[in-house]
């Protein structure tokens, strides 16, 4: 067994090659990344808090590229057949949207964690003005991208505020 000690916690982890261990991680902030929004939504704050973005960046920032993407692509599919949100006709925005966060979190996560944070949250952006442009054709691409930053605002905070913290202790906890 491998024992760490996290805020005077003893935790004992499975001497589990560290892959295995970082599927079992991802596939609890996929599960974290289903019931967080369904809880958010209960009170009609999903789209304020951004809790699959939140749980997808930080897959990408403790883990890598490979596992921020596949959390970021699961976890829309997932949340949908299990809670029916985000609803299927935002599927095909979201996915390519929140593969990206993690996808660029996970590649710039060896740099500082506010700047990976801040270039995955543009590149995500991006990608979502760039998917509203090619699939929609009765909705501005500039103005669906500004209306989710500005309805987004206190989760882009909460993001800035909560991933540096939690980031590092998954880091040691792998």
Excluded: C, D
Aim: net charge positive; charged share 5%.
């Amino acid at each position: 067994m491998k024992e760490l000690n996290l805020a005077n916690q003893k935790i004992f982890l499975p001497s589990l090659p560290l892959q295995v261990r970082i599927a079992l991680f991802s596939s609890g902030l996929i599960a974290l990344a289903v019931f967080v929004p369904w809880l958010a939504h209960q009170f009609h704050v999903g789209p304020v808090f951004l809790p699959l973005h939140f749980f997808t960046i930080l897959a990408g920032l403790a883990f890598g590229p490979a596992s921020g993407f596949i959390v970021g692509v699961l976890s829309p599919f997932i949340s949908f057949f299990v809670s029916g949100m985000p609803p299927l006709a935002n599927l095909p925005i979201l996915i390519p949207e929140i593969g990206t966060y993690g996808l660029i979190a996970g590649i710039l996560r060896k740099r500082n964690l506010y700047f990976a944070l801040l270039v995955s949250l543009v590149s995500g952006r991006i990608v979502l003005f760039l998917v509203v442009l090619l699939l929609s054709s009765h909705q501005s691409p500039l103005n669906y991208l500004l209306n989710a930053i500005k309805t987004g605002v206190p989760g882009i905070l909460l993001q800035f505020l909560l991933i540096p913290i939690v980031v590092p202790r998954l880091r040691r906890i792998i």
